[in-house]
């Protein structure tokens, strides 16, 4: 399995953390869901110093290198400051009382 990393720095990109999460409920979560070869991608965001970005988790390096439904690119206006391969060495579950699915949490959907 492939880990990709990206990463904006959006000072000075005309859109806001806020704005990406609104991106995030209304549409790209759904289009990932059903992106094949995809395992986990998890958007993060760094509101103290203003970076909005992704980690994916991929079956294979060919399939994270397909064409995406994403827009991230074309809403923050620049490709990103950080974009990197890495090989997976381990992965668990921890223990964990929410027996719900990882899908949808985080603070995009805090409130939805």
């Known amino acids: 399995?492939?880990?990709?990393?990206?990463?904006?720095?959006?000072?000075?990109?005309?859109?806001?953390?806020?704005?990406?999460?609104?991106?995030?409920?209304?549409e790209s979560v759904d289009a990932f869901s059903a992106v094949e070869g995809l395992r986990l991608k998890m958007w993060i965001a760094d509101e103290e110093r203003n970076r909005w970005g992704a980690v994916y988790l991929w079956e294979s390096e060919e399939a994270g290198r397909r064409p995406l439904p994403s827009r991230a690119r074309e809403l923050i206006g620049k490709d990103p400051d950080f974009e990197e391969?890495?090989?997976?060495?381990?992965?668990?579950?921890?223990?964990?009382?929410?027996?719900?699915?990882?899908?949808?949490?985080?603070?995009?959907?805090?409130?939805?």
């Open 1 to 26: 399995m492939r880990v990709r990393v990206v990463w904006w720095e959006l000072e000075g990109s005309g859109t806001t953390i806020a704005g990406m999460r609104e991106y995030l409920r209304d």
């Open 85 to 112: 391969w890495f090989d997976l060495e381990a992965s668990v579950e921890g223990a964990y009382t929410d027996d719900g699915p990882l899908s949808r949490r985080g603070a995009a959907f805090a409130g939805a």
